[in-house]
Nanobody
Framework: VQLQASGGGLVQAGGSLRLSCKAS????????MGWFRQAPGKEREFVTAFRWRGSSTYYANSVKGRFTISRDNAKNTVVLQMNSLKPEDTAIYYC??????????????????WGQGTLVTVSS
């Protein structure tokens, strides 16, 4: 399985960006897909995720109310809509997928597949 992320770029604070992640194979059988990010000099951190079976979604407190994750099953694509961006959102954003059952959706060790990352830069 390969994950191809796209949509990063430079935006001013308060602006919006839309990231997409396309899976090379059918996503059926995945337990979860989501997004993590890593800023320079910092550890990778959880942003958002959802379970394919059902409608459970999870968000980091820092992005609640500003970011929205959604999916297009027919296109094997996951989308991250980011609004009201802040300079502290600047990071490389990685999409991820978990094939097996996930115990902790916030933990990056639970995810089996990773995209190449796309850079989001928010200027003040």
């Amino acid at each position: 399985v390969q994950l191809q992320a796209s949509g990063g770029g430079l935006v001013q604070a308060g602006g919006s960006l839309r990231l997409s992640c396309k899976a090379s194979d059918r996503t059926i059988g995945f337990d979860a897909m989501g997004w993590f990010r890593q800023a320079p000099g910092k550890e990778r951190e959880f942003v958002t995720a959802f379970r394919w079976r059902g409608s459970s979604t999870y968000y980091a407190n820092s992005v609640k109310g500003r970011f929205t994750i959604s999916r297009d099953n027919a296109k094997n694509t996951v989308v991250l809509q980011m609004n009201s961006l802040k300079p502290e959102d600047t990071a490389i954003y990685y999409c991820a997928a978990a094939h097996g059952a996930v115990a902790d959706y916030f933990n990056h060790y639970e995810y089996d597949y990773w995209g190449q990352g796309t850079l989001v830069t928010v200027s003040s």
